[in-house]
């Protein structure tokens, strides 16, 4: 199906130039991706709750501001008002009267919100399954997964269902679907979108962004989200003076075909001028462990509120999970963010003067649904640990990172993270830009 | 450090304290989750920490 016969595969540029030459409306608009919807979500599960009549009366009239009439999910992590908040959970529900934040200034900015989409439970998962409302299916092969938790706004994005998607991310939730479904997704700098409304789950690292099939997509919902008048991004290619980091920690220790596509990749910014060199961390070797600690605990928590009263409709791996985190004692918890101080140390040294590190999104393609283990550089090892492998070492510095397509194995996308300082997004973003125009990942298969 | 036949005692300890009601199946898969976090943080003892405050300390005002 090409972009120009169905309107819902349009990017989000495309179908505001339609708008504004009057060749399209945003009825007409959100009437293509409700029938999208209609006819796809029944195999993807990408949607928990969809506002057809909602969405249809907001498209009649629309808000106007930069995103004028575009059809966009929310996370069903994230508050809409008038709609369920099921954060995936079983039974576990709120019906929020206002928007959070992060929806109000998308809607403030005309945006059309479809429903709320699918998320592994309370976002504690990278997978994109949930055994309560069933698992979400990857577009570019539906017998695969499409990652977490923020599985719902990517599916949809990636298979038309949406024309972006709001995400959060915490150790790696909107950079794994966005990796495993070929999307552009931004994990901003912490604290630089709002978080209220938000159903938590760890506080030292939850952020909320966007998932897009465009750079320049996800370089304009960003600046809606941030509060910011959208500015375009300057047109591509050259990267003169830009000075690139290989993570090479993270790179070897992905399967082979995802450090060959980054290496390439580099060698493609460098013929557009930019510098890269190899940095290592070897701190990164103790990621893991730091970001299980500290999540276990902050999750607990989070979950405290209503755990006692509800902990019988966890799913048995979620709820074990927020048991040992109440029961870890604080020294525990207080030497992980310790090393925590370390390690971001060590990968500022890295940065040093660079303006962006390179690291794979994920280690490997999107696996078969029912996998439990992987197998990467030869070791068997769980599917959650590979997912997060190169995804959480990231989120313990808060620093922004934005996450782009980097390669396709047998028609299935692969992902590489563009890692800044604080608040360097738009740098980031740049870079990326130059990126797309050299590698296009193309449409899903469905 | 305490595998998980060790971590079952402690397990049901600090569970009575925090409210926790665990069925014996349980108890033995939160020890095993809590020795494996327990394992990790001894590694990360390791590392250099004297003096080192914990991230999400108090705001850098410079």
């Known amino acids: ?50 506002d057809h009549e909602g969405a249809l009366n907001a498209a009649r009239t629309p808000h106007p501001g930069p995103l004028s009439g ?51 439970e309370f976002a504690y998962g990278i997978d994109g399954r949930n055994e309560h409302w069933g698992n979400c299916r990857n577009p570019h092969d539906v017998t ?38 070929g999307l552009v997704g931004v994990r901003p700098t912490l604290g630089l979108v709002s978080r209220d409304g938000v159903v938590p789950l760890a506080w030292s690292y939850d952020a ?14 960003l600046d809606v989200l941030a509060g910011r008048q959208p500015t ?44 890269v060199v190899s940095v290592r961390a070897g701190l990164l070797r103790h990621a893991g462990a730091i970001h299980q600690i500290v999540q276990h605990v902050e999750a607990a928590q989070a979950h405290r509120p209503w755990f006692d009263a509800q902990r019988e409709r966890y799913s048995d791996a979620v709820r074990r999970r927020l048991e040992v985190g109440r029961l870890l004692p604080a020294s525990a918890y207080l030497t992980a963010q310790q090393a925590r101080t370390l390690l971001v140390g060590e990968l500022t040294r890295a940065m040093g003067p660079l303006d962006a590190l390179l690291a794979p999104s994920t280690p490997m393609v999107a696996p078969l649904q029912e996998v439990e283990e992987v197998t990467v550089r030869g070791a068997r090892i769980p599917l959650r640990a590979a997912l997060l492998s190169c995804l959480a070492p990231i989120s313990q510095a808060g620093w922004p990172v934005v996450a782009v397509p980097v390669g396709r194995l047998l028609g299935l996308p692969f ?4 890692i800044g300082r604080p608040r360097s997004e738009r740098g980031l973003l740049e870079i990326a830009a130059a990126w797309e125009h050299l590698f296009a990942i193309g449409p899903a298969a469905l | 450090m305490p595998g998980v036949e060790d ?18 199946e349980r108890l033995r898969a939160v020890a095993q989750g809590l020795a494996d976090l327990l394992e990790m943080a001894a590694g990360l003892e390791e590392l250099p920490l004297e003096g080192v405050e914990p991230a999400g300390g108090p705001p850098r005002w410079e």
């Open chain 1, 144 to 181: 695969r997964i499409c990652g977490g938790s923020s599985s719902g706004s990517a599916v949809a994005t990636a298979a038309g269902l949406a024309l972006a998607g709001l995400g959060t991310d915490t150790a790696g939730s909107i950079r794994a679907p966005a990796s495993l479904c």
């Open chain 2, 7 to 24: 971590a079952l005692e402690l397990t049901a300890s600090l569970a009575r304290a925090n409210g926790l009601e665990l069925s014996r």
């Open chain 1, 208 to 221: 909320v962004g966007p998932l897009a099939r465009t750079v320049k997509d996800a370089a304009l919902v």
């Open chain 1, 415 to 418: 992902g590489v993270q563009i």
């Open chain 1, 232 to 275: 375009p991004l300057p047109p591509p290619p050259r990267l003169d003076g830009v000075r690139l980091g290989l993570l090479e920690d993270l790179i070897e220790a992905a399967e082979p075909y995802v450090e060959s596509a980054i290496r390439e990749m580099a060698a493609s910014l460098q013929s557009l001028g930019a510098h």
């Open chain 1, 70 to 120: 575009i059809p966009i999910c929310i996370k069903d992590l994230v508050d809409v008002a008038a709609m369920p908040t099921t954060a995936g959970g079983k039974d576990w529900r709120r019906d929020p009267h206002e928007d959070a934040a992060s929806v109000a200034k998308l809607r403030g900015a005309g945006a059309i919100i479809l429903g709320k989409a699918h998320t592994n």
């Open chain 1, 1 to 50: 199906v090409s972009a120009t016969s169905d309107p819902a595969l349009l990017t989000i540029a495309q179908a505001l130039d339609e708008m504004r030459a009057r060749r399209l409306s945003a009825l007409e608009l959100t009437e293509a991706v409700l029938n999208r919807i209609e006819r796809l979500n029944p195999t993807l599960n990408a949607y928990l709750h969809v």
